[in-house]
């Protein structure tokens, strides 16, 4: 069937609006090539593209250089998350199919985009109707323990929590919702807890047209709280006709223990170092109440994983800790996908084991797809250090359809860019991560590594600033303004920043690599290697992005850095 000329020129102006068109020209340029080549009635050759698309100069030789098909993978891949994402619910389909360069242009019938519509939904959180706010936590880890529930519903895709909670008090703006977070079907309800006592209320609401689709009130004893959330669960995945698969994640029946891992959860999310401490501690009282309790080793081995990640405690004693809480959590539940995730990244940056470390991450999204961490960790800190970005590509944007609000997993897409080289690229993302949360530090600090990447130092210097006011000192933020100070020729800000991260280093753990970074600004590639080779003996795991961080290319030569990438496990 052929489509209208004007719809079809609408719909290419609708995809190139979408955010992940809007921030690349390239696929910009390619995607408006073939379409407009296709309405001419011509077929594009590969010469032709590389020459008008990609600016390949007269003598360009398709053979030779692979652009236009590394490309075309690419363009596919966002045309695939396009309609997956803000174009679920989009009548007319553009799609370029493998091997050649023309697209196909099919209008959806009605019926197949409202099948498809009804796959996506997001939890929002629960209303707490409790005395006092200090019940918060009970509220938004029941909402959390749903959405991880309905991960299991094959077909079902569930808006993670970070994103869902952010749209917090708009209960009632459904479109709002929907253009958001890309779903056609909400969930929202109200916990109130008194003495031994629980009542929950749960609405399904139809996004698009405000109907009730399903609703229900329980008021039980706390004891059947876990019981509840499988009933909704349950409930939700039969109006959909869809089927809530087994087995799930083995939960305690102690209410002691599940309400100390709910205040876990809740207050690691604050991502500082104070709130990691506590959240340990509540899921340390966790398994002291119930010794079985495999949440609560999970939710320990992540945290002393990030931790290790944020510099608090050195690597080894962070990550013994991580391993032994993980290998305790496997134990106990071998169905976990959170403890297969914390494993991962411990053989991963602990002890470079990187076969046993994929296939961990392999079996945690087997157990659960909808699992945003292990998309995120296995997509950034594995995948991309090993320099598959194309695979890395795949699963960030798994991860950003399942958190499109997340200002972590949005910055881990930048850094991917910036892994690849494409720079304005990262820095159109972290832009628009500024722009959705003013307050996240790291966007800017990234930012400014890029600008300096660039040559930018100035513009980057500024970045650093912003960073340092909205997070605060750093020893990589330290090490990032001395390395661009030593660029600028301001050398002895440099060697101050050098004295700061030394006295620094006297009070708390100090990653090698901040001194690495620092000492390449001053042009010291000997004390550089250095650095890395004890980063490397500590275990310390930025260590293992060497491989692919732009920010060491000027080492890439040294026999040294060579038989650093072959100790971790990069070369053969």
Known sequence: MELPQEAVSEQLGRILASRGFRLSERMQRFLTYCVEAAQRGETPKEYAVGTAVFDRKPDFDPRVDPIVRVEARRLRAKLEEYYSDSGANDEIVIELPKGGYIPVLRRRERRQLAAEARTSIAVLPFANLGPGGDEDYFSDGLTEELIHRLTRVPGLRVVAWPSASRLRGRETDLGGIRDQLKVSLVVRGSVRRSGGRVRITAQLVDAPSGEFRWSESYSRDMSDLLAIQEEIAGAIAATLKLALNQPGRIVTANVESHSLCLKGRYIAWRRTIESLRKSIAFYEQAAEADPGNAVAYAGMADGYILLSEYGDMPPSEAMDHARQAALK???????????????????????????????????????????????????????????????????????????????????????????????????????????????????????????????????????????????????????????????????????????????????????????????????????????LERSAERRESNVVSIGVHPLFDPLRGEPRFHNLLRRIGFLP
Not at 350 to 369: C, H, I, M, S, T
Not at 450 to 476: I, K, T
């Open 329 to 531: 959590a496997l134990e106990l539940d071998p169905f976990s996908a959170e403890a297969h995730t914390s494993l991962a990244m411990i053989r991963s940056h602990a002890e470079w084991d990187w076969a046993e470390a994929g296939a961990l991450y392999r079996k945690a999204l087997d157990l659960n797809p909808g699992y945003v961490r292990a998309r995120h960790w296995y997509g950034l800190d594995y995948l991309a250090v090993l320099g598959r970005f194309d695979n890395a590509e795949e699963q960030l944007e798994a991860a950003r359809e399942l958190d499109p609000l997340s200002p972590i997993i949005l910055e881990g897409g930048a850094y991917l860019q910036m892994y690849r080289r494409n720079y304005e690229r990262a820095i159109a993302e972290l832009q628009a991560i500024a722009e959705l949360e003013p307050s996240f530090h790291k966007a800017y600090t990234a930012m400014g590594r890029v600008y300096s990447l660039q040559g930018r130092c100035r513009e980057a210097l500024e970045m650093f600033d912003r960073g340092l006011s909205h997070g605060g000192e750093s020893p990589s933020l330290i090490a990032a303004i001395g390395q661009v100070s030593a660029l600028l020729g301001d050398r002895a800000k440099a060697l101050e920043c050098l004295e700061r991260l030394k006295r620094m280093s006297r009070g708390r753990h100090v990653p090698m690599a901040s001194f690495a970074i620092l000492y390449l600004g001053l042009g010291d590639h000997e004390e550089s290697l250095a650095c």
